[in-house]
T-cell receptor, first 112, second 115 residues
Framework: GNSVTQMEGPVTLSEEAFLTINCTYTATGYPSLFWYVQYPGEGLQLLLKATKADDKGSNKGFEATYRKETTSFHLEKGSVQVSDSAVYFCALSPGNTGKLIFGQGTTLQVKP | DVKVTQSSRYLVKRTGEKVFLECVQDMDHENMFWYRQDPGLGLRLIYFSYDVKMKEKGDIPEGYSVSREKKERFSLILESASTNQTSMYLC??????????????FGPGTRLTVL
């Protein structure tokens, strides 16, 4: 079946540190991959996405590369800010269904 | 600007009550979804709808039903609320696009507590 596994949190970093949040997936076919972010008290919003192998999605200094050989879509940012503190969800869309399958979410806390 | 709204941010109900959660989107989207979010479990799909009056079960439909009488509105119904339905409920919508590249837009969520 289809599933997404994220590294467990919380992840605590100092401002300007390098961020990696690991995400691996299991899927049949060729899914699209997404990262969503949920700021405190808000709903989810799309951060970035990639639709095929070797694509790199990027937004607001975050990036992730679709790696088919390792079935991974790790989120990275070179220098985090306090305002990046949020919960990050990795997700996949398993074909032409419009549905999303989410990982369990990783809480990021950035300290000044 | 894209907008998905949910009828309440916080709701407290008693065991056995019938509960209605409303979601409205203003983007003329065909697809609408209801999820529940629990710590450590991520988001789990309850029901979804691809068109007016159409509905399909997600991964955890037990204890829930839905209604889609108008394109912009998707209601989640708890027929007889139980304490294990205490959770954050998130509504989302997406437009009919090509393949699997549709972005889902989320509402702010309703935190439901069942006593």
């Amino acid at each position: 079946g289809n599933s997404v596994t994220q590294m467990e949190g919380p992840v605590t970093l100092s401002e300007e540190a390098f961020l990696t949040i690991n995400c691996t997936y299991t899927a049949t076919g060729y899914p699209s991959l997404f990262w969503y972010v949920q700021y405190p008290g808000e709903g989810l919003q799309l951060l970035l996405k990639a639709t095929k192998a070797d694509d790199k999605g990027s937004n607001k200094g975050f990036e992730a590369t679709y790696r088919k050989e390792t079935t991974s879509f790790h989120l990275e940012k070179g220098s985090v800010q306090v305002s990046d503190s949020a919960v990050y969800f990795c997700a996949l869309s398993p074909g032409n269904t419009g549905k999303l399958i989410f990982g369990q979410g990783t809480t990021l806390q950035v300290k000044p | 600007d894209v907008k998905v709204t949910q009828s309440s941010r916080y709701l407290v109900k008693r065991t056995g009550e019938k509960v209605f959660l409303e979601c409205v989107q203003d983007m003329d989207h065909e697809n609408m979804f209801w999820y529940r979010q629990d710590p450590g479990l991520g988001l789990r799909l309850i029901y979804f709808s691809y068109d007016v009056k159409m509905k399909e079960k997600g991964d955890i439909p037990e204890g829930y039903s839905v209604s889609r009488e108008k394109k912009e509105r998707f209601s989640l119904i708890l027929e007889s609320a139980s304490t294990n339905q205490t959770s954050m409920y998130l509504c989302a919508s997406s437009g009919l696009g090509t393949g699997n590249t549709d972005t889902q837009y989320f509402g702010p969520g309703t935190r439901l507590t069942v006593l």
